[in-house]
């Protein structure tokens, strides 16, 4: 009976243990002083839909549709003095057209971590200073023109569809050619 209780006793001493340990390793991770400090001055702003034309050969190829998103320094984003949003738009033109970061004919070179820090680093380096941290891609689309055509297409070109019973009271059967309406 004895051993029975030293086992009870053991068995929660150890338990209680490693709740504790536990409960130490699963504390909050330590933050360094940079770290805390960059993410006081950080604050998230939204993008808008930007169409970026890609020109192959002097002519329109399609188009790039991208929103992106930005998590910029606070104080210094108050002292632009060009909005953002002409700004991104400048820049995406700059790297997607400039530079033809993405190669249409071969989507699968596309490095979306590339494409990020490029933006990034192109759009300090037009403000001169580090006011973007971070570039968080929320749609990154791409249109041809044939896409473009077809969905331009208006509606009014696509079959009409055909009445059952017309205003007269005429089934569409009644209506085929060669048939004589019967008197009912």
Do not use: C
């Not at 338990?15 to 360094?32: D, K």
């Not at 033809?100 to 990020?116: E, G, M, Q």
């Not at 037009?126 to 044939?146: H, M, P, R, T």
């Amino acid at each position: 009976m004895l051993k029975l209780v030293f086992t009870g006793v053991w068995v929660a001493a150890v338990t209680l243990g490693s709740v504790y340990f536990s409960m130490e390793r699963a504390s909050a991770p330590i933050v360094s002083d940079a770290d805390a400090e960059r993410k006081a001055l950080q604050e998230y702003v939204p993008g808008e839909l930007i169409t970026v034309p890609v020109i192959t050969d002097g002519a329109v190829q399609g188009y790039f549709l991208t929103k992106l998103s930005f998590a910029v320094d606070k104080n210094k984003i108050k002292a632009l003095q060009v909005p953002l949003k002409e700004s991104v738009t400048s820049a995406l033109y700059d790297i997607l057209v400039g530079e033809r970061l993405i190669n249409v004919a071969d989507t699968s070179s596309f490095d979306i971590a590339h494409f990020k820090t490029a933006v990034k680093d192109g759009l300090n380096k037009n403000f001169k200073d580090e006011i973007i941290f971070e570039v968080l891609v929320e749609q990154l689309e791409y249109l041809s023109k044939a896409d473009v055509a077809r969905l331009a297409t208006p509606t009014e070109q696509k079959q009409r569809p055909v009445a059952i019973v017309d205003k007269n009271g005429q089934t569409a059967h009644d209506r085929l050619p060669g048939k004589e309406a019967s008197a009912h």
